[in-house]
């Protein structure tokens, strides 16, 4: 007798409290869940695999176009070329070559063209001990004088390498010197860094220790 | 016979009033309490059904296929078939791409390990989205595989890094950059804890994860020294057009949701014999890949004449492949 009352109390009970469960999903009592902020997709230019330069090797390499490499095109050929430099010995660059920075090799230790190019050939370069080197195997020039880098460079722990690691699938394509240094000035610049991961709230400044101040 | 004595009785009765309950007639039911009884059920089923409204919003069930999967390790080359016809079959449904999806298995002869040069790394972060974008990652929420530590000069405690520097140019003087993800240990904590197998490593180095038998129970990631593993708390949301087609089962598939995932190597890129996708993007040349079996590599010649300095937390015990060096 007493189960028999008891079941129908306890289902009511059970329905009325489903009901208030199902009041509050349907008015939202507690609110939804916080929307995720919009986070902007990333410049395509942060993923892309390109290097910073195209250097000489690649452009004789897939036949690019290699008119700015030839001299004498706008120079005589034969005529000696003199260097001029200013009073703190900085080399004048004339007009045609004001694209170029001349910054290599500190406290301007390297502040003459002719230590890399040829002033006989303009097309070709020069080593200190007198090799003549094409443009397009400007590493040899580079290892002429940067000898650990150039030893890390053989053995392709120095640069970027690309393709496949394996060589029995596929090709390994290691890049040369000035496909990321600029010959003339070759450290690289500083450089916007892709953002970083969404904090998914408002950041707070910290300061951290490494600054330098 | 004691049935037929009972029957006139119960004859009256069934013309009502006999549901007050008295009387002895237990099995009995008048209109009056079969209406009120049926009424409250159907508002008690009603209540029930409305009270389960948020699982309208339950995504990414999951199908009877999956659901019945065996474990990677027990399927039979049918079976895998089978299997990645369904993944691409979903994936297409999902985002219009046909994907290329393989199961590519551990090369004999092969260990990979990983060299990072900390001379080098300038912070620039390419590394962290070009991995997004090949390992098919969810954009928003966000995962990442890879964290860039920027770390003040001086000092190799993680605990002192900043992986949310908002410079505006890097490097910046002072700082030096630790681009942190899955060391692929050789002792892995993260294989260890989990419950259920779904995570172990291969004969080749890399430890992945089976994101169809994983249950989510996160215990990898709280066991994991280093980040590295990272958990679906909702379904990823990939743009259809950045889909990176060429798929792996253990890779970079597109995860269900309640999963967990991690740095594995681009195991659709290092199986296949390429380099990984963070070491092509890295503008520096930071970043080294390669066999360590083959005492000709560039990561055996960087073990044998760098400084390398660190397995990261060395101390406890994990003997991770990714190593950092400098130069000189």
């Known amino acids: 007798m007493k189960a028999e009352r008891k079941t129908p109390l306890v289902l009511s009970i059970l329905t009325i409290s489903f009901l208030i469960l199902a009041a509050t999903f349907l008015t939202d009592i507690w609110g939804k869940s916080a929307q995720l902020p919009e986070i902007p997709p990333v410049d395509p230019s942060f993923t892309k695999t390109a290097t910073a330069r195209v250097s000489a090797e690649e452009l004789y390499r897939t036949k690019g176009d290699t008119s700015m490499l030839e001299c004498y095109g706008c120079h005589e050929q034969g005529k000696e070329l003199t260097l001029k430099f200013d009073e703190d010995h900085n080399v004048i660059l004339p007009d045609e070559h004001d694209d170029i920075i001349m910054a290599h090799g500190t406290h301007n230790r390297n502040n003459n063209c002719f230590n890399c190019h040829d002033e006989h050939n303009l097309e070709v370069l020069q080593t200190r001990d007198g090799r003549t080197v094409k443009i397009q195997d400007g590493h040899d020039l580079c290892g002429s004088c940067h000898g650990p880098t150039y030893r890390d460079w053989l053995a392709g722990i120095h640069g970027r390498t690309s393709g496949f690691w394996n060589v029995s699938m596929g090709e390994k394509h290691r890049e040369t010197c000035t496909a990321c240094h600029d010959p003339h000035q070759p450290k690289f610049l500083p450089r916007k860094p892709a953002p970083g991961p969404n904090p998914l709230r408002p950041v707070e400044v910290k300061h951290s220790e490494g600054k330098a101040h | ?328």
């Open chain 2, 1 to 328: 016979m004691s049935c037929s004595s009972n029957s006139p009785n119960s004859g009256g009765c069934g013309g009502g009033g006999c549901g007050s309950g008295s009387g002895g007639h237990e099995h009995g039911m008048d209109r009056r309490s079969f209406l009120r009884t049926s009424s409250v059920a159907v508002a008690g089923v009603a209540a029930l059904a409305a009270s389960l409204a948020p699982l309208r919003d339950l995504t990414d069930v999951g199908t009877a296929e999956q659901f019945f999967q065996k474990h990677y390790k027990k399927l039979t080359p049918e079976d895998m078939e089978k299997v990645l016809a369904r993944i691409t079959r979903e994936v297409e449904k999902q985002y219009e791409v046909r994907p290329h999806v393989r199961d590519y298995k551990a090369m004999d002869g092969v260990e990979f390990v990983y060299a990072l040069n900390l001379t080098r790394c300038i912070g620039c972060r390419k590394c962290v989205h070009a991995c997004v974008a090949e390992n098919n990652q969810s954009r928003n929420p966000e995962i990442q595989y890879i964290r860039v530590l920027k770390m003040p000069h001086g000092s190799m405690d993680p605990e002192k890094g900043d992986h949310n520097y908002t410079s505006e140019l890097v490097p910046e003087k002072g700082s030096f950059y630790m681009p942190v993800q899955c060391q692929q240990c050789v002792n892995p904590p993260c294989v260890k804890v989990c419950p259920v197998k779904a995570t172990w490593q291969e004969s080749d180095g890399i430890t992945v994860i089976d994101y169809d038998w994983c249950i989510g129970c996160r215990y990898c990631e709280a066991a994991c020294p280093y980040f590295a593993r990272r958990f679906n708390f909702t379904k990823p949301s990939i743009p259809k057009d950045q889909i990176n087609p060429n798929m792996s089962y253990l890779g970079n598939r597109p995860r269900p949701q309640g999963v967990v995932e991690k740095c594995h190597f681009c195991i659709q890129r290092t199986r296949a014999g390429k380099y990984p996708a963070c070491m092509e993007v890295c503008p520096t040349g930071a970043r080294k890949f390669g066999n360590i079996l083959d005492p000709d590599s560039e990561v055996s010649h960087i073990l044998k004449t760098k400084r390398v300095f660190i397995q990261l937390k060395e101390e406890v015990g994990t003997s991770p492949r990714f190593f950092y060096y400098f130069d000189v």
